[in-house]
């Protein structure tokens, strides 16, 4: 085995007794250690991985993709499970965030959906922060992306997903959005934890730093389903210039946009629900 990835925390199940919620989280195996990306909003993490037979005990790092509440918000949870462990995150996972939410007399009101924990309550629960912005290896073969570069035209992300800064709402710029990078034999295995940064510059990212040109399977949120509808036919047709053999989709893809991608992709398609397994 090269790797294994299980996923934990998704919207939707696959098979009896497992627990969904809008979210995401995959346990992460690999010859040299065991790596937890993503934490869920905390609702079925620890009775998924249970079920599932993956033993948080045995996770060296937890990676996180970004601050959003159903990414995070099961970081708790597992550290009462694990004890001290080191996570892996983006210095702005912390930053006040916000979805807009049309109300009745038109105008938006936003509703908070960032980090539910101060970084104080989570420290002095075990969680050893490894502040990182930059493209980088965490263990053999894993690597995270860092702060990735935008260059598509048509990836403008989800203008109701605001950060408060000097008084005032702005979109979001998700400096901290992290995907995780594994090299096989067969390619690169991608895992996405909501995409913010557009899957399409993700993936150039990842080929471009690790040298790669293959991409065998790419797995996890791909946030199509609240990007604007325009973004889905030129993303459609970007993704299949990377000959991706597998096509996991799951958590922020919506219903829509994941009923094209599998018409699109085929056999190659899957559903990332709770207690998907990719194995090479």
């Known amino acids: 085995m090269e790797?294994?990835?299980?996923?934990l925390c998704e919207n939707t199940v696959f098979g009896m007794g497992f627990l969904g919620e809008h979210g995401f989280a995959a346990f992460i195996?690999?010859?040299?250690?065991?790596?937890?990306?993503?934490?869920g909003q905390g609702l079925g993490l620890i009775s998924n991985s249970m079920r599932l037979g993956k033993d948080l005990r045995d996770v060296s790092q937890v990676v996180l993709s970004h601050g959003h509440s159903d990414h995070v918000g099961g970081l708790p949870a597992f550290l009462e499970v694990k004890g001290p462990c080191p996570v892996v995150a983006h210095p702005e996972v912390f930053s006040e965030r916000f979805r807009l939410i049309p109300s009745e007399g038109g105008e938006e009101k936003p509703r908070a959906n960032g980090m539910p924990w101060t970084q104080s309550h989570l420290t002095t629960r075990g969680a050893k922060f490894d502040w990182r912005r930059d493209f980088a290896q965490i263990a053999d073969n894993v690597f995270i992306t860092g702060e990735v570069p935008r260059k598509t035209d048509f990836e403008q992300g989800a203008p109701r997903l605001v950060v408060r800064r000097n008084g005032g709402f702005f979109q979001?710029?998700?400096?901290?959005?992290?995907?995780?990078?594994?090299?096989?034999?067969?390619?690169?295995?991608?895992?996405?934890?909501?995409a913010h940064a557009g899957v399409v510059n993700i993936l150039s990212h990842a080929v471009q730093k690790t040298g790669e040109k293959r991409v065998y399977a790419v797995?996890?949120?791909t946030h199509l389903g609240l990007s604007p509808a325009a973004q889905i036919s030129p993303s459609i047709e970007a993704l299949r210039e990377f000959d991706i053999q597998v096509?996991?989709?799951?958590?922020?893809?919506?219903l829509g946009p994941m009923a094209r991608l599998a018409f699109e992709f085929g056999e190659r398609f899957a559903f990332g629900s709770v207690g998907f397994v990719l194995e090479i």
Do not use: K, Y
């Not at 979001?172 to 909501?194: A, E, K, N, Q």
């Open 247 to 254: 096509l996991a989709v799951s958590h922020c893809t919506g």
């Open 219 to 221: 797995l996890g949120g």
């Open 29 to 39: 195996e690999t010859p040299g250690q065991n790596i937890l990306f993503d934490t």
């Open 3 to 7: 790797c294994r990835v299980t996923v």
């Open 172 to 194: 979001d710029p998700f400096l901290d959005d992290f995907s995780l990078v594994i090299t096989t034999s067969r390619g690169l295995v991608v895992v996405l934890g909501c």
